[in-house]
């Protein structure tokens, strides 16, 4: 074998990978066609591939600086702790709804009208939550931005399926979470420096309003260039029932998650609620098969092994890297009473690694395929080991001062491996086969799995750190919930794994 030979096949696992996903003239005239040694230039292409990476970032970007203004706000509009909890918890919850219905209608009707429709409600309430002057408002305002934030980000990932295929996929979303890292990255600062140059009751309005002079700037941008809708081959329905059946069961899940106060409903009702809808569901997408409609979960979906998989990596990994985030802060902030400010430039590295790995993915996935996410998420998994043996064994200055190096790691593994994996996961799924639906779905998962990890390992933490007076009962709260997280990387490993085989059986030069 020669040496180029290893890497054509890992190109062709990848090419053949998306073969289905090949645009079939809806978009033709602005695809990016790639081969083996490099990608021909597509200007127009490009444009929408920055409204996206932009607006996925000024979503992003909401979410990381609000949490920062909620005591401001609450001071301000002398908000109670349920309304406190409303305002910092239904933004989540909406765009977490919004992401299957708004796939599924980016299928039928186009994705240009519903990112612009998404965008001006984004824009439009922010406003609105910027001029409210009571906390009510400030919540209405809040679920319609995260609907308008929900519909903009199924649509990005659409929107790159569309455009792009192969190699050239994987690049623009590598940029995508490069948007992601710099989100976190930038938010904390922006709005720590905010509050701190203007009067309390004025800096969390301008973090609301800041969104509305950018959301119209994109506006106008993507008003002239995002591609208009051209009717695919096959003829999608409108599963209205299923989206109901759907949204009621989202909205059961993410509620359970968030349960805590008499503004929400107790976290049984939430999952009866759940467990008794998700039956109903079921039989209600085989009937509706049955009578020649499209469902929302269809067999190119639940039949497509590498898309399955790669949901499973990605709900596994998403979930493993938000609780551990959680935890780690708690066990910093509360155990070791680590003053906020230096955990934030302890976290710094992460953030810069794992924007940095995410910006050159592509290459990364170009060469190693599949074989590359397996490589990461092992580098993962001894980063987390790590952590938790720096937290039972080394002294506190010594927790401190390995950190950087640990989470550098987990932040160099994270950025190699969600954007590849979301690359040749979506490109299981074809232009004919609903990829919105098919995004909003992966997305829809990992925001699941997401909540639900935070839930428990915050809840777990709490419980266990308060066990007992001292460090010793944070360090064995720490190592408790890290335990978890690591079968949940183990998780996101096999199911890499036997994705990689099946490749692999494809390609056996590999």
Known sequence: MTPDEPHACVHTELADAVARARPSGRFGWLVRRLDARGASHDTRADIVLGICV???????????IFTLAVPALRSGLRASTAEIQLITSVYSIAFGIALVPAGRLGDVIGRRL?????????????????????????????VLQGLGAGMINTQIFGLIQDLFTGTAQARALGRYAMAGGLSALVGPLLGGLVLASVPTDIGWRLLFLVNAPFGVAVFCV????????????????????GLILLSAITLALMLATLVGSAAMPSRRVCLAVALAGLPLFLAWEAAYQRRGGTPILSRSLVGSRGYVLGTIVAMCQFAAGVTL??????????????????????????????????????????????????????????????QGCAAEF???????????????????????????????????????EGRGLAA?????????????????????????????????????????????ILLLVAGAFVAACTDWASRRAQCPTT
């Open 222 to 241: 993507a008003l002239r260039y995002l591609p208009r809708h051209r009717p695919s081959a096959r003829r999608f329905s409108i599963d209205l029932i």
């Open 54 to 64: 932009a607006m996925g970032f000024t979503t992003l970007l909401d979410q990381a």
């Open 114 to 142: 519903l990112f612009l429709a998404g965008l001006a409600m984004f824009t439009g309430f922010s406003v609105l939550g910027g001029l409210a002057d009571d906390a009510r408002t400030v919540i209405a305002a809040r």
């Open 325 to 386: 985030g959680m935890v780690s802060a708690l066990f910093f902030l509360d155990g070791l009473h680590v003053d906020p400010l230096l955990y934030a430039a302890l976290s710094i590295p992460a953030a810069l690694a794992s924007t940095a790995s995410a910006m050159w993915s592509w290459r990364f996935v170009r060469r190693f395929g599949r074989g590359g996410t397996v490589f990461a998420i092992a580098c993962h998994a001894l980063a987390v080991a790590a």
């Open 394 to 432: 080394f002294e506190i200055r010594w927790i401190v001062l390995t950190y950087p190096a640990i989470v550098l790691l987990q932040g160099v593994a994270g950025g190699l491996i969600h954007a590849p994996n979301q690359a040749m996961t979506l490109a299981q799924i074809g232009q004919d």
């Open 440 to 484: 909003g779905f992966l997305q829809l998962s990992q925001r699941l799995a997401c909540s639900i990890g935070m839930s428990w390992g915050t809840g777990v933490f709490l419980v266990q750190a308060s066990s007992s007076a001292g460090l010793t009962a944070y360090r064995d709260a720490f190592v408790e919930v890290l335990m978890p």
